[in-house]
């Protein structure tokens, strides 16, 4: 097991998040958004079946800021998607990522 998804159950345990579900894209690019995984975890939450994203750090959702900041500003918070990166004290439920990142 990766030390990224130990830290991430240890959250989700700490935390009381249910229902895991894991997107990994081992071998993309974090520039590339076309990524398999995260396409499929973009289906997902356009579906209703995602209400909190963790991610380890920010660069692990993708690594073009002007493009995180589209879904963790825009589509996430129109979704009723919580976004949270571990290891940056950022969660969008406690306004953390406009503090972080403004």
Do not use: C, H
């Not at 991430?8 to 579900?21: I, V």
């Not at 073009?64 to 940056?88: C, H, S, W």
């Amino acid at each position: 097991m990766s030390s990224q998804k130990r830290i991430l159950e240890a959250y989700a345990k700490q935390n009381g998040f249910l229902n895991l579900r894991w997107y990994t894209d081992d071998g993309y690019s974090g520039a590339n958004f076309q990524r398999p995984g995260f396409q499929a975890m973009l289906a997902d939450i356009e579906a209703g079946k995602v209400g909190t994203v963790i991610v380890k750090d920010m660069s692990r959702l993708g690594r073009n800021y002007l493009q995180v900041g589209f879904y963790t500003e825009m589509l996430f918070p129109q979704k009723g998607v919580r976004f949270i990166a571990v290891n940056d004290n950022v969660d969008s439920e406690n306004g953390g990522i406009e503090n972080d990142f403004t």
